[in-house]
């Protein structure tokens, strides 16, 4: 019998188990690495397929194009494998595998983005007002509220435009509301097609917007810390594509960004978003909302989501460090290879660079795991990856030698493969939510990035920082 230790949240002080760590625990440890080398394989030859592709432009007019990259082919080439019925060698085992190990790959992206922001930081601390203050920018998720009324939701829409639904705001919800209310409902149902839907959609917005809209990189690139690593990244991807001298520096933006917004963003759910929701609920749905009620979940259980039924326990072992490290090792060679292919970087210093980027992944999830806080993981992860680069001090240098060799785009096409394989298993799910739960989901990205980006931008216009 398994038992699961409970700690403190260190933002709630309730005891509860995390469920980042739940999910990567229970799938990894389940099964050895090694014993699933189909998954591997697949991952590998989708990066190697998708680097060989590149990245390609379709112009729309002269000024606005979109950016196919090599992470969107690898993540609709992951999720077809697992639906193609006649192939059996991607099935519900490799995608419960590929979900927690997709988890632990979180950790190689926030790292990447960290020692970035280190490098980065004097520039950071210039445009720090910027930074701050396009936070509020996250309230433009309530720019669906109204819509989502008009479509007939009820008091759904208060979790679906509270936040941008990331797993932070997923359990600020289901703590006051309860499981089965129809607040959790709605925030469900974004987190669901935001999973599926986000990061993809993200991207695609984000080579349109600054294609279109006259705002500086830097400003886009703060935007896109919308507090989720995969989107963050791939908000991100497109603009180093357009503005390659400046790709350290909206690296850097980027990655303090998106600390700011775990750090803070659930503060901003608590104490404005939320109680901002309610408000307009109370004020317009008497004048927008339909009779009907739209109910989102009525085959669809809530706290078998919530709660995974692999229990683990909380304790570090020898065994689970080995696993955690075989993850990584393979992660790192497919990452590796595909640097090769897409950029011609030398294979050898990519792997030495993956390979510190994945030590700072072992310790500063370890570190979520001994200290008795639940503090999560990519905190330490973030002020680990920072600290080590800032010019000066002495393993900056090396590091930044061999982790500038790296580029973001291969490190989300190998993440992205995973998570296509992973949502295989909840594409029927996804398929109940309907049309109209994923129009209001694409809103609530396209407002906080949106007016992320101006309050960032007009911020770096009053300051003189451009």
């Known amino acids: 019998m398994f038992v699961i230790k409970l700690r403190r949240d260190f933002i709630t002080g309730n005891q509860a188990p995390h469920p980042y760590r739940e999910k990567t625990d229970r799938a990894i440890k389940k099964r050895p690495p090694w014993k699933e080398y189909t998954l591997h394989i697949v991952v590998f030859v989708l990066v190697v397929i998708s680097m060989f592709i590149g990245v390609k432009e379709i112009k729309i007019t002269d000024t ?4 196919l990259l090599p992470l969107i082919y690898a993540l609709v080439m992951g999720l077809a494998l697992f639906l193609a019925k006649p192939i059996k060698f991607v099935g519900p085992e490799q995608s419960k595998v590929a979900e927690g190990a997709m988890v632990l790959f ?8 960290a020692i970035s922001s280190g490098q980065a930081i004097s520039s950071i601390f210039q445009v720090g007002p910027a930074l701050i203050l396009q936070q509020i920018g996250n309230l433009g998720t309530l720019l669906a509220l109204p819509i989502a009324l008009f479509f007939g ?5 208060i979790g679906m435009t509270s936040s941008i639904c990331r797993e932070p705001n997923l359990g600020v919800i289901i703590d006051k509301y309860g499981f089965k209310s129809p607040e959790t409902r709605g925030v469900l149902a974004v987190f669901v097609i935001g999973s599926i839907l986000g990061t993809p959609f993200i991207s695609f917005l984000s080579s349109i917007s600054a294609s279109m809209i006259p705002m500086h990189p830097y400003a886009y690139a703060m935007a896109s810390g919308v507090g989720s690593a995969s989107m963050n990244a791939a908000a991100l991807a497109p603009l180093m594509h357009m503005f390659p001298s400046m790709a350290t520096q909206l690296e850097a933006f980027a990655g303090c960004s998106n600390l700011l917004s775990f750090c803070f963003g659930i503060y901003m759910c608590i104490f404005v978003s939320l109680p901002l929701a309610e408000r307009m609920y109370t004020a317009l749905a008497p004048h927008i909302g339909r009779d009907h009620e739209i109910s989102l979940d009525d085959d669809y259980d809530i706290e078998e989501v919530i709660h995974d039924q692999y229990a683990t326990t909380e304790d570090m072992t020898v065994g689970k460090l080995e696993r955690w490290a075989t993850f ?3 992660f790192s060679i497919t990452v590796a290879v595909g640097n090769f292919i897409g950029y011609h970087t030398s294979v050898t210093d990519a792997l030495i660079g993956m390979l510190m980027i994945s030590l700072i992944t072992i310790v500063g999830m370890s570190l979520e795991r001994i200290i008795p806080w639940n503090i999560p993981g990519i905190i330490y992860i ?5 600290f080590v680069a800032i010019p000066g001090v002495p393993t900056a240098d090396f590091l930044v030698r061999f982790v500038s060799q790296i580029d973001l785009t291969t490190i989300c096409t190998a993440f992205l493969a995973y998570v296509g394989i992973a949502i295989g298993n909840d594409w029927d799910e996804f398929q109940k939510i309907g ?3 994923i129009i209001i989901t694409l809103i609530v990205i396209s407002g906080t990035y949106l007016c992320s980006a101006g309050i960032a931008h007009l911020t770096l216009v009053s300051t003189g920082m451009i």
């Open 64 to 67: 606005i194009s979109i950016l």
């Open 435 to 437: 049309w109209k739960g």
């Open 153 to 157: 939701f009820r008091r759904e829409v």
């Open 106 to 113: 979180i950790g190689v992206l926030i790292t990447k983005l």
């Open 328 to 330: 990584l090792i393979l």
């Open 382 to 386: 973030s002020l680990i990856g920072i």
